[in-house]
T-cell receptor, first 113, second 113 residues
Framework: GENVEQHPSTLSVQEGDSAVIKCTYS??????FPWYKQELGKRPQLIID?????GEKKDQRIAVTLNKTAKHFSLHITETQPEDSAVYFC????????????FGKGTMLLVSP | DVKVTQSSRYLVKRTGEKVFLECVQD?????MFWYRQDPGLGLRLIYF???????EKGDIPEGYSVSREKKERFSLILESASTNQTSMYLC????????????FGAGTRLSVL
């Protein structure tokens, strides 16, 4: 089955810095890669996703890049703010109606003012 | 707005008890999922269901069972709770077509003493 590795497990940055979280996947048939953000005590929520037919997607201060050849994808957060502090999970799936998501182990991002 | 509701936020049970965790979604989603979340291990899939009365094992089904008698409700059952099942349990749902976007409940923190 699919295996998703996520690094780093913790990341501390100063407000205004950029943060990058990286994931690799094992199944070359995976074609959908979402990122979820889980604030302390809250439920995970989708923040951005990318499909295998594009290499990059951007939404304001967050962007995701995908390298299908190397089977890795990354989340980039620019101009970080304290409210970006959370646990971020990457995931991979084959994207069909009956597919499941395989999650990475998560990255705890701490943004210090 | 999609609403996924888990019946309890916190639950304390004794070893050997039968435990029911309930999840209800209001968006007529076909697919529903139960995850277990432990620090450093991310979100691990226990069971999922494509439709009423259908169930599939996830990555860590041992010690658990599920029930889906109605489309909107997906129950996780611990037949005989053990201390190693102390964890946060998250329910999620998604539509059976289109993007694999999962909507999560707020979670049930279960302690087995």
């Amino acid at each position: 089955g699919e295996n998703v590795e996520q690094h780093p497990s913790t990341l501390s940055v100063q407000e205004g810095d950029s943060a990058v979280i990286k994931c690799t996947y094992s199944d070359s048939a995976s074609n959908y890669f979402p990122w979820y953000k889980q604030e302390l005590g809250k439920r995970p929520q989708l923040i951005i996703d990318i499909r295998s037919n594009v290499g990059e997607k951007k939404d304001q201060r967050i962007a995701v890049t995908l390298n299908k050849t190397a089977k890795h994808f990354s989340l980039h957060i620019t101009e970080t703010q304290p409210e970006d502090s959370a646990v971020y999970f990457c995931a991979a799936s084959k994207g069909s109606g009956y597919s499941t998501l395989t999650f990475g182990k998560g990255t705890m991002l701490l943004v210090s003012p | 707005d999609v609403k996924v509701t888990q019946s309890s936020r916190y639950l304390v049970k004794r070893t050997g008890e039968k435990v029911f965790l309930e999840c209800v979604q209001d968006m007529d989603h076909e697919n529903m999922f139960w995850y277990r979340q432990d620090p450093g291990l991310g979100l691990r899939l226990i069971y999922f269901s494509y439709d009423v009365k259908m169930k599939e094992k996830g990555d860590i089904p041992e010690g658990y069972s599920v029930s889906r008698e109605k489309k909107e409700r997906f129950s996780l059952i611990l037949e005989s709770a053990s201390t190693n099942q102390t964890s946060m349990y998250l329910c999620a749902s998604r539509t059976g077509t289109g993007a694999n976007i999962q909507y999560f409940g707020a979670g049930t923190r279960l302690s087995v003493l």
